[in-house]
């Protein structure tokens, strides 16, 4: 439970949520991309902040579906039944 809480803050706190990315340090920038939170939040700032349709947000619905795909596969892989 510890471990995930962990992730779960370091995730939030790279994803922009409480600061923009564009403040991060240069390594950290490319580093946000790598969550799918990031994409999340920008996501929810396009759609209540600049009043986004669906053609401006499919790219990053796009990354949140692959990021889907690909954990919700390692998961089943994972906790596959054995006999």
Sequence with gaps: MFIS??????FML???FFTSSDSMPG?????SE???VT???KVVRLIVLKGAG???VIQELGYL????LALNGFAIWNYRKTT
């Design 54 to 56: 669906f053609s401006q």
């Design 14 to 16: 790279m994803s922009g």
């Design 27 to 31: 390594w950290g920038t490319p580093l």
């Design 39 to 41: 994409h999340f939040i």
């Design 34 to 36: 790598l969550t799918a």
């Design 5 to 10: 809480f962990f992730f779960i803050m370091i």
């Design 65 to 68: 579906a692959l990021f889907a």
